[in-house]
């Protein structure tokens, strides 16, 4: 693991400039797991105990452009050279009736990784090239699990889209090794992703199809009846 994107200038300026003001910045999720499994990296993404208010006075005092409209749940788009890093602040999220949470800025790293869905997406880097991987995230690459933190069944009662998530990993990077009582569950839970938008629930389903393993998961959704619940449910109304 060798962390490349960490040498860009882009990453290298962010860094620099959190540190200038004793911030902590760490790059995790997709690039981090991609790294380690070895996939190219599309997106870099950072995490920080700076709030979105403090984010953005840093920003705008090295005069980068930004975006605020994920504000609200702490993220910050930051421009640079044609470019964009989403800087989101530690938070814990506290689900009530809908799957968008009311959230709760936090300083502490470990609490922060609890709110993500997936053992390989809470794995931090930092500018040293330190890891921090408290939920064994880098084992499950290795073997080709995707795995959901903490309790899988509250998980996915919090955001059904995490459904559509595991089975478009599995089907981009992990289709060799199943964890069958994952797999199980979320084949028994899918209905509850069609509380989701058609459109949001389209886009999913379209990476899933794009993915190397797309047949074994059309396979098993064959089998257990999902792709015609699928056929009804986009059948339902027009995708907007």
Not at 55 to 64: M, P, R, V
Not at 101 to 124: C, G, H, L, Q, S
Not at 176 to 183: L, R
Request: glycine share 6%; aromatic share 14%; with cysteine.
């Amino acid at each position: 693991m060798n962390f490349d994107f960490l040498k860009e200038p882009e990453v290298q300026l962010l860094f620099s400039l959190f540190s200038e003001n004793a911030k902590d910045l760490f790059v995790v999720g997709g690039a981090v797991r991609n790294e380690i499994a070895g996939f190219p990296i599309t997106d870099i993404d950072f995490s920080t105990p700076a709030k979105p208010d403090e984010i953005t006075n840093i920003l705008g005092s090295a005069q980068i452009e930004f975006s605020d409209k994920g504000k609200k749940f702490g993220t910050i788009c930051a421009n640079i050279n044609g470019k964009t890093f989403e800087i989101t602040s530690f938070r814990k999220d506290m689900y009530g009736k809908s799957r968008f949470p009311k959230v709760e800025f936090i300083k502490n790293r470990r609490i922060d990784a609890w709110r993500r869905d997936f053992t390989m997406n809470a794995i931090y880097v930092n500018q040293n090239m330190e890891i921090f991987d408290q939920f064994n995230g880098i084992n499950d690459i290795k073997n080709g699990v995707v795995r959901f933190i903490g309790n899988a069944s509250k998980s996915i009662s919090n955001d059904p889209l995490r459904i559509l998530r595991y089975f478009r990993f599995c089907s981009q990077y992990f289709y060799e090794n199943f964890d069958e009582d994952t797999f199980n569950l979320c084949v028994s839970e899918f209905s509850k992703t069609f509380v989701l938008s058609r459109k949001k629930f389209a886009t999913e389903l379209e990476k899933i199809q794009c993915g190397k393993g797309k047949n074994i998961i059309l396979d098993k959704w064959e089998k257990s009846g999902i792709l015609k619940a699928i056929q009804n449910f986009m059948k339902e109304e027009n995708v907007k």
